[in-house]
């Protein structure tokens, strides 16, 4: 996940990718170039794959009960917004999405 942090951020910045209440990214718009939004949607997909690991390793290890599971994401979720770049799209607790 370090590997394409920085690429990650700055497509936030530019507000194509934006942070989930559930410690998810997301495609907020596409950029017109193809090769870019190829990219987009490709780092999107890795990162979603990186943290579902690494969340059920986590939930695992910490006997996170299935009532816990969605508080346990926020938690992280959390943090990925309040370190997410300026112009990062991020989603309320309520589904609503602003730029940070």
Do not use: H
Request: proline content about 3%.
């Amino acid at each position: 996940m370090n590997a394409w942090r920085g690429v990650l951020d700055n497509f936030k910045k530019e507000g194509f990718i934006g942070e989930t209440n559930d410690f998810e990214i997301v495609v907020k718009n596409l950029p017109s170039d193809s090769s870019t939004a190829r990219d987009v949607k490709k780092i999107v997909n890795d990162e979603n794959r990186e943290r579902k690991i690494m969340m059920d390793d986590l939930l695992k290890i910490d006997n996170v009960s299935p009532g816990q599971v969605a508080k346990f994401k926020k938690i992280f979720a959390d943090v990925m917004q309040k370190y997410s770049p300026e112009g990062t799209w991020v989603q309320s607790e309520t589904g609503e999405w602003s730029r940070k």
